[in-house]
């Protein structure tokens, strides 16, 4: 038992209270069940659903937040992608992009292979985001607070990092059925609307 | 005789790269401060950080550049082959040769040996720089990178840029 385990939240629930809040936000979303998850929940021109390279989901929305300045960059994230690429952190306190905003969904496991543990039930990634310089960062329990935090950083100026504590629970959700160069290509225009050519 | 690293730079981005990310090394040095000096350059911690970052500007409507030490082909290679590859997000690999010619520290010496044959391997398409043949090595990487749609590489060699 963790010690503050009452009723968690889903990550189901927890991405879906999110998605539904945007409306021209790009969203990166990491490999794993939150692309999943996303992709069944809401789809939308403006995902891009993550299959492999674990780890690297913040540093592609640092690229496009750093291509985009004028559009608010949101990542769906989870403890052990954030462990794993866990120097990006510091890039994105660092260059303090103001339209970022890093979300992470934090089961403490790898729900992906099997619920082992990850580290992130002691080591406080919040903290560390927060030591690298991210200009807001909050941790949250419940699902109203959620809503208000996501709120709140996506109308403010980042780089902001927000970290929901979520049970193990996985949707009964499907694989993510587009093709990979063709979800390039989609979120491309997405990112590219507004830019004359 | 070596290329100045200002002219190496003029000629990328009058190609029309312009984003810059990497980790460093002393073989990319000239080219690292001329873009620091541009202000067009921005550090990465992790060679994979680098590669994902290219592609978010990629995706973002940038023309990127992903410069990084051959032992960083190493580090970003599930990137390089589980993003770029699968998702056709194309980029061009500036890296450095170390260990060429079994000539360098002993942590070199490897992948100074195999890193051609690494490229091959993976299928990312690559040249070797040339001080007399640098210009049509970078219109080769150019052309390349927006027909094909996947990272090509031009492995640098110790001298060559300065």
């Known amino acids: 038992m963790r010690p503050e385990e009452g009723v968690l939240t889903s990550r189901g629930r927890a991405i879906g209270a999110i998605l539904n809040l945007l409306t021209d936000e790009l969203l990166i979303v990491c490999n794993g069940f939150p692309s999943r998850e996303a992709y069944t929940l809401r789809d939308r021109p403006e995902n891009f659903y993550m299959i492999g390279s674990m780890g690297v989901a913040p540093s592609i929305a640092l690229g496009v937040a750093l291509a985009r300045p004028d559009r608010t960059v949101v990542v769906f994230d989870g403890d052990g992608n954030v462990l794993m690429g866990m120097g990006t952190l510091a890039t994105i306190g660092a260059f303090k992009p103001k339209n970022l905003v890093h979300i992470v969904f934090d089961n403490e496991v790898y729900g992906s292979t099997g619920n082992q543990p990850t580290l992130s039930r002691t080591v406080r990634l919040d903290q560390i985001a927060k030591a690298a310089g991210y200009r807001r960062v909050e941790r949250v329990l419940e699902l109203d607070d959620l809503v208000y935090e996501a709120q709140t950083m996506l109308t403010q100026e980042g780089p902001s990092f927000l970290l929901m504590k979520v049970s193990e629970l996985t949707d009964d959700v499907g694989r993510v059925e587009i093709d990979p160069p063709a979800m390039t290509e989609r979120f491309r225009r997405a990112a590219m609307r507004g830019v004359s050519s | ?162």
């Open chain 2, 1 to 162: 005789m070596a290329i100045p690293a200002k002219q190496f730079v003029d000629r990328l981005q009058e190609i029309g790269f312009d984003f810059f990310t990497g980790v460093p090394d002393s073989t990319l040095g000239g080219i690292i401060a001329t873009l620091i000096e541009r202000r067009a350059y921005v550090p990465a911690v992790r060679e994979d950080e680098a590669v994902g970052m290219a592609a978010g500007a990629f995706m973002g409507g940038k023309v990127p550049v992903v410069l990084m030490q051959n032992s960083g082909l190493g580090t970003s290679l599930n990137a390089l082959i589980s993003l770029n590859l699968i998702y056709r997000q194309p980029c061009l690999l500036l890296i450095s040769w170390r260990g060429h010619d079994g000539k360098d520290a002993p942590e070199h010496l490897v992948m100074g040996q195999v890193n051609r044959s690494l490229l091959d391997l993976v299928r990312i398409p690559h040249r070797t720089v040339g001080d007399k043949t640098f210009e049509g090595d970078l219109q080769w990487a150019g052309d390349a990178f927006m027909k094909q749609r996947i990272p090509v590489a031009l492995l640098i060699t110790k001298g060559v840029v300065v």
